[in-house]
């Protein structure tokens, strides 16, 4: 006759359960793992839009001091916004005001604005 010791009925359920803590810890540390890289990128693509809405407001002010130096249409556009004009990802917009004698552009990513003022002197 073969005594089996009363311990190692335990021992199975104690594996068991350590197991099953187990897994359900890497589960926890696996989905805040993953949100955490969500929001890191989530933060990424809004910076990437907010500096591209940025030059693309910058291009708004090129094309404004383009058409102050060659006088294109001035009468027509006195206070009134040009665009959107569409350029890349995004587009832009500009006013600009002559008796203020201040240029507005306004570039826009996929909902984020970016807005640039220039006060010129005119010649």
Do not use: C, W
């Not at 359920?13 to 197991?19: A, D, E, Q, R």
């Not at 591209?52 to 090129?62: D, N, P, R, T, V």
């Not at 001035?74 to 600009?96: C, F, H, N, Q």
């Amino acid at each position: 006759m073969v005594i089996r010791p009363f311990m190692k009925k335990k021992k199975k359920g104690i594996i068991l359960l350590s197991v099953i803590i187990i897994f359900i810890t890497l589960a926890i540390a696996g989905t805040s793992l993953a949100s955490f890289f969500l929001i890191v990128n989530s933060l990424a693509t809004n910076h990437a839009n907010s500096t591209k809405a940025f030059y693309l407001a910058e291009a708004g002010i090129s094309h404004a001091i383009f058409i102050l130096r060659n006088q294109a249409g001035l009468d027509e556009l006195s206070g009134k916004e040009i665009g959107p004009i569409v350029l890349g990802d995004g587009a832009y917009r500009l006013t600009i005001d002559f008796n203020r004698e201040v240029i507005t552009a306004t570039g826009t990513v996929e909902g984020i604005d970016r807005t640039i003022q220039l006060k010129y002197k005119p010649l």
